[in-house]
């Protein structure tokens, strides 16, 4: 049986799909489940065929800076933003040089949701959570 997952970013929230043998996560994740299989003739509305689950709070800086250290020594896929390091609301410094960079958290905004992220930095973070959170992309 394959569980629908969702990790929530902010006001943006993503939802995959993912056999319960392969979702392997160093970053903790906590999910809720959400849905109650046969309930989809209950209501019009909000009725869910399949049980899933979704994450309880926001990605968090640590969280997305291990994802950052995990991916983006080079940057390529431009996961990192300037505005997580140089804006009052952002939570993630980058230090180094392209192949090298090192992404750490600013000082007390580890549990911060992490912000700056668009829907394809989003996404591949799922996708990141879902083979396992290798090294690279």
């Known amino acids: 049986?394959?569980?629908?997952?969702?990790?929530?970013?902010?006001?943006?929230s993503l939802v995959f799909v993912c056999?319960?043998?392969?979702?392997?996560?160093?970053?903790?994740?906590?999910?809720?489940s959400i849905g109650n299989r046969g309930n989809e003739s209950e209501n019009e509305f909000g009725g869910v065929a399949y049980a899933y689950?979704?994450?309880?709070?926001?990605?968090?800086?640590?969280q997305y800076a291990e994802f950052l250290n995990a991916v983006a020594a080079t940057d390529?896929?431009?996961l990192y933003n300037g505005d997580m390091e140089s804006k009052i609301m952002?939570?993630?410094r980058r230090t180094?040089?392209?192949?090298?960079?090192?992404?750490?958290?600013?000082p007390g905004r580890d549990d911060y949701?992490?912000?700056?992220?668009?829907?394809f930095d989003a996404m591949r973070f799922?996708?990141?959570l879902e083979n396992g959170q290798p090294n690279g992309i």
């Open 113 to 119: 949701q992490v912000v700056y992220v668009s829907y």
């Open 19 to 32: 056999a319960p043998a392969n979702c392997l996560y160093a970053v903790t994740i906590d999910w809720v």
């Open 76 to 78: 390529s896929n431009s």
């Open 1 to 12: 049986m394959k569980l629908m997952r969702a990790v929530v970013f902010g006001t943006l």
């Open 126 to 128: 799922v996708n990141w």
């Open 96 to 106: 180094g040089s392209n192949g090298s960079y090192c992404y750490t958290v600013k």
């Open 53 to 62: 689950r979704i994450g309880k709070y926001e990605v968090t800086n640590a």
């Open 90 to 92: 952002g939570g993630i």
